[in-house]
Each structure stands twice: as C-alpha cells, then as structure tokens.
C-alpha cells in the first residue's frame, strides 16, 4: 500500500518494514567487551596527521563511535535479514566524558528504545571498568545492501561540480 505525501513523495510502508522480522522491537538489548589497544589510539586515529600523532596515547572519540556502532549491528543482526538487509549510522550524540588508555576493557551497552519504520534509536553507554566514559543516543536506518550499493555506485560516478 502506498500512501502520498505532499511534493508527491510516495511511501510505501509495506516494503519497508517487508524484510524485518517482526523480532526487531523496543527493548532489545545487547553488551559487547573490547579491550583496548594502541590501534585504537587518538595517534592511531589519522596516522597522515601530525596533530593526532602528538596528542595523547589514549581511546579516541573516532573509535569509541565505532565501538558503539558495532554493538548496536550485533544487536540488530539477528533481527534482519542480514546480510542483504543491514543497517548505517545516521545520527549519534554522546559525550566522550573520560579518557582510557590502552589496555583497558571497555563495556558498552545499548538498548532499541524507539523503532520508526526502518528508523531505529538506541541509548548507548559505555564504561572503562573505572569510568563512565560516554552515554547519549545512536540512530541507524535500514538499508537493502544491494540497493544501497547501486545509489553509491551511482554517486561516485557523478561529476563534481
């Protein structure tokens, strides 16, 4: 069924929610553990740059961000049909609030708490086993790979004015 929007924008609700199953609800909750290594460094972050390489050898914002992406895919995997059906981050807003050197574990937690259509938000923290280090909201979008795919391809083939 497809439903018209203002602008002629149509809406169809049924392919979009077609592949979820119907596990993919609020309050799916998933912990993921990583201990941290220099890789995972601010210097490591952009090796080209000579800023990242004199700041301080500890987890960096960049790879925390990540971090909490890659939990919220392995919480949402089993809910998809993944691989074909996947998801991208579109929106995150947490503060990195301490610092962690390498060598530490860090837990992160998060927790589907709004589902809208394909839109999924998640509270998200994370904790160094001394630390609270960040706490906010993740948001990511269902994609079909293959579609999504196509659209970059098309994209980079696109002339740069």
Known sequence: MAAKWPFG???RTEIQRSHMKNTLQTGIAHTFAF???ESKAVPA???ESGEFQAMPNVFATGYMVGLIEWTCIQALNP???WPEEQTVGTHIDVSHIAATPPGLEVIVK???I???GRRLVFEV???DGIDLITRGRHERFVIIKDKFDRKMDSKSKKKIV
């Open 9 to 11: 924008h149509v809406i």
């Open 35 to 37: 201990k941290i290594n």
């Open 45 to 47: 972050l952009f090796p």
């Open 79 to 81: 809910h998809l049909d």
């Open 110 to 112: 998060v927790k589907l």
């Open 114 to 116: 709004e589902v809208d």
């Open 125 to 127: 923290e994370a904790h």
